[in-house]
């Protein structure tokens, strides 16, 4: 989910929400577990260093540790994978809002050598089971249309009822 000219909005729609509250996760704690991956869901004991790492593999732009540390306090919830071989992070999600009826989800990341593991899918389940169960109902994302496919199945769609997200651009606007 990079954040490039092409980004899409995308929220789970009222029909999705109750589905998703029931907190049935397509793979459990425990079934990673034993594949030698644990669950993190806070910031403590992430590397920042590691983390950006993940994320420059996936193509996002390297960011400033201190940054990244800032806007972790400033994230509720947050779901990390470690994989215990090397103690590393391998999968990332965090959500940002007002704590009562919005949040968007950003910097979504698996490391490309871990793709293909349900990582993924496992903490985007996490995080949306930890807003719904807040209470929180309007659900957002930004995505590049490349991988719109992996959000639909987790009950993201685009411009739902006819809403377009609007994003503020620095560049000089066309009059």
Known sequence: MLLHNHILPLRVPKSNRRLAATGRFSVSDESLSSRGFT????AEN??????NSVF???GFPR???EKIRVALEH???LVWVEYEKTKRPVAFARATGDGVFNAIIWDVVVDPSFQGFGLGKAVMERILTALLDKGI????LYSEPRVLGFYRPLGFV????GIRGMVYSRNKQKT
Not at 137 to 140: C, K, M, Q, R, Y
Request: glycine share 0%; aromatic share 4%; net charge negative.
């Open 39 to 42: 669950f993190h869901r806070s």
């Open 46 to 51: 992430l590397n920042l260093e590691q983390l």
């Open 56 to 58: 420059a593999a996936v």
């Open 63 to 65: 960011r400033d540790p």
């Open 75 to 77: 994230t509720e919830p």
């Open 137 to 140: 109902t309007n659900i957002a």
């Open 158 to 161: 685009a411009d739902p009822d």
